[in-house]
Structures are given as structure tokens and as C-alpha cells.
């Protein structure tokens, strides 16, 4: 779940939370205000099948650096 909901205090909660590392943001009294507080933190959302994931930028890097050395390795013994 990209942003989890708890109750505090009688009132819900909303945390972000990366679906790849577990790192969050803090707790927002509002959904939207979660939404908003990832975005502005660079965060991204992706579907994945019926879900949304959530990446924080830490995450989103090393994704890319792995994808960079897939690729790369893919392009030895063609140079």
C-alpha cells in the first residue's frame, strides 16, 4: 500500500510509505494532502496490475542504475 491509513487520536492518518524501500514521508491529516506531499517530495506512482506503487526518489535512482547496467551488460561482445 503507497500510502498507509491508521487512526491517531480518533482521526485517520495518511503516511506515504516507498512499496520498494519502506522509507515515508510524514503523516498528513488528509489523503490528498499525502498525494500532494509525494509529489512535491519527487516521488512517483506506477499501476501495476490493479495497484499503485509508490517510489521515493532514492529507489527511483537505483532503478534506473540497474537498468543502465542490464542494458550495458546486454550491449557486451555486440562493441
Do not use: H
Not at 520498494?20 to 494532502?33: A, P, Q
Not at 509529489?39 to 499503485?52: I, T
Amino acid at each position: 500500500m503507497a500510502i498507509e491509513k491508521r487512526w491517531e487520536d480518533g482521526e485517520e492518518v495518511f503516511t506515504p510509505v516507498c512499496d520498494v524501500c519502506g522509507d515515508n514521508l510524514d503523516d498528513e491529516w488528509d489523503f490528498y494532502d499525502a498525494v500532494e506531499a509525494k509529489k512535491q517530495a519527487g516521488w512517483r506512482s506506477r499501476k501495476v496490475g490493479d495497484d499503485w506503487i509508490d517510489i521515493c526518489p532514492y529507489c527511483q535512482k537505483q532503478e534506473q542504475e540497474e537498468k543502465a547496467m542490464r542494458d550495458f551488460a546486454g550491449l557486451k561482445g555486440r562493441i
